[in-house]
C-alpha cells in the first residue's frame, strides 16, 4: 500500500521488483516528455492532461492537475487499483512518479487511440473500424469489465466507461483505461451511495438521481457504448431548440418498429451482419434498462455477445464455403447472406432465437 507516502518511492530504485511497473523519475519523465511540450499532449481529461512520450517503449503519462487532498486521495487510489489488475482488455499500470507537486501515471501508448477518436474524432472519416473489429471491441471491453466486477477481489466498479476510456491496441484490442473513479466494493455490499461521478449521457438513471452505484451502473454505461459502437451516435445529443435527448431515447422507437439497419453506422454501408446486429441492439436495450435489476451482469453480457458473434462467424463461414463450392460469385467476406433482406426486419426474423427476442422489453422505459 502506498497512501501517504509515494514520495520515498521515487527517489531511487529499489533493486529486487515483485511487482509488475516501474517506478521513473522525474528525470526520465520530463525527457520521454519533451518537458510535457505541448505537442506531446495527446488530450485532457477531468484529473490532468495526457502526454505522449518515448522511454524503451511508448508511452502514455498522465499527468494530476492539482495535488490537493482529494487528487491525492485518486492518485493512491489508481495506483493501487492499476498495481493489483492485469487483464489483456484492462490498461494496466506502466509505473508512477510521486514527488513534489508532481503526480504522473505511467501507461503503455496505444497506437490506435480511444473509441472516441474513431467514432467521433479525428479518425472518424478513415472508417477503420469495420463490423468484425466493432464486434471484438464490444466483446474485449465487456470481458474487461466483466473481470473488474467478478475475478478482482475485492470487486472493482469502474464508474466510468465511456469511449475515451476504450483505447485500443496496435491490433485494435479494446483496452479500457481509467480507474481513477473506481470504488472498491467490500465483499458483501450490495450497493453503496456515493456522491456522482462519471459522464453525462453514460450514467445510469439510479446513479445520476440517487448516487447509487453498483456492478449495473457499469452495465448501464456499457450499453450505452454498444449502441454508440453499432451506431456511431453520441450518447447525449441536443436537438434543435435546446432539448436533449439520449442514445437509448434515439434508438428506441427503430427497435420498436424492427428497423435495426436505421441503428447502424451508415458509414458501415450496409456491410455487417443483420442477425448480429440484431442480437447487439438487444443487448444494449437490456443494459439499459432503467431498472438496475433487470439489467443483466457483465458475464452474461460478455456470453450473450460471443455467442451471437461467433455462432453467427461459423454460419456465415459454412454458407461462405457453400458458396465458393457452388460457384465463384464475388462476395464480402464480412457480410453474411442476406437472409433477412426486407427493411422492416421483425423481432422474428431469421437469426434472432426466442431466447434473444426475449431480452428486448416492450414496455416504454420508465426515466
Ligand atoms: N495510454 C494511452 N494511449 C493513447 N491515448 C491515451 C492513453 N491514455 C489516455 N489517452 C487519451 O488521452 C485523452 C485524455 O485522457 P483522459 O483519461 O485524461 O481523459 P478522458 O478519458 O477524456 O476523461 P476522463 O478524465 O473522464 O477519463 C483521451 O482521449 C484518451 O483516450
Ligand atoms: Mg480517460
Not at 247 to 271: E, M, N
Not at 341 to 366: K, L
Amino acid at each position: 500500500m502506498f497512501r501517504g507516502c509515494f514520495g520515498c518511492f521515487s527517489q531511487e530504485k529499489p533493486k529486487i521488483r515483485d511487482y509488475p511497473w516501474e517506478i521513473y523519475t522525474l528525470k526520465e519523465l520530463l525527457h520521454a516528455t519533451n518537458n510535457f511540450h505541448n505537442d506531446n499532449k495527446i488530450g485532457e481529461g477531468g484529473f490532468g492532461s495526457v502526454y505522449w512520450g518515448r522511454t524503451t517503449k511508448g508511452i502514455a503519462v498522465k499527468r494530476l492537475k492539482a495535488m490537493n487532498a482529494k487528487a491525492e486521495m485518486e492518485f493512491a487510489m489508481e495506483v493501487e487499483i492499476l498495481g493489483r489488475v492485469r487483464h489483456r482488455n484492462l490498461l494496466g499500470l506502466g509505473g508512477f512518479y510521486a514527488g513534489g507537486d508532481e503526480r504522473l501515471i505511467v501507461y503503455d501508448y496505444m497506437p490506435n487511440h480511444s473509441l472516441i477518436t474513431h467514432l467521433h474524432g479525428q479518425l472518424a472519416s478513415d472508417c477503420l473500424l469495420d463490423w468484425p473489429r466493432r464486434m471484438s471491441i464490444a466483446i474485449g471491453s465487456a470481458e474487461g469489465i466483466a473481470y473488474l466486477h467478478h475475478k478482482v477481489n475485492p470487486h472493482i466498479i469502474h464508474r466510468d466507461i465511456k469511449a475515451s476510456n476504450v483505447l485500443l491496441d496496435s491490433e485494435f484490442q479494446a483496452k479500457v483505461a481509467d480507474f481513477g473513479f473506481a470504488k472498491l466494493v467490500p465483499d458483501g455490499v450490495t450497493h453503496m451511495t456515493t456522491r456522482v461521478k462519471g459522464t453525462l449521457g453514460y450514467l445510469a438513471p439510479e446513479y445520476a438521481m440517487w448516487g447509487k452505484v453498483s456492478e449495473s451502473c457499469d452495465v448501464y454505461s456499457f450499453g450505452i457504448l454498444l449502441l454508440e459502437i453499432i451506431s456511431a451516435k453520441k450518447p447525449l445529443e441536443k436537438l434543435p431548440g435546446g432539448v436533449k435527448r439520449d442514445i437509448v431515447q434515439w434508438a428506441t422507437p427503430y427497435v420498436k418498429k424492427g428497423s435495426f439497419d436505421h441503428i447502424a453506422d451508415p458509414r458501415l454501408k450496409g456491410r455487417y451482419d443483420r442477425a448480429q446486429l440484431k442480437t447487439t441492439i438487444a443487448i444494449a436495450m437490456i443494459c439499459t434498462d432503467s431498472n438496475p435489476e433487470n439489467r443483466p451482469s457483465m458475464l452474461q453480457v460478455v456470453e450473450w455477445l460471443k455467442n451471437g458473434v461467433m455462432r453467427r462467424k461459423r454460419e456465415a463461414q459454412i454458407l461462405n464455403d457453400a458458396v465458393e463450392e457452388d460457384d465463384d460469385e464475388d462476395e464480402d467476406e464480412d457480410e453474411v447472406e442476406d437472409d433477412d433482406d426486407d427493411d422492416n426486419t421483425d423481432y422474428e426474423g431469421p437469426g434472432m432465437e426466442s431466447s434473444e427476442m426475449s431480452m428486448i422489453r416492450n414496455e416504454p422505459r420508465r426515466r
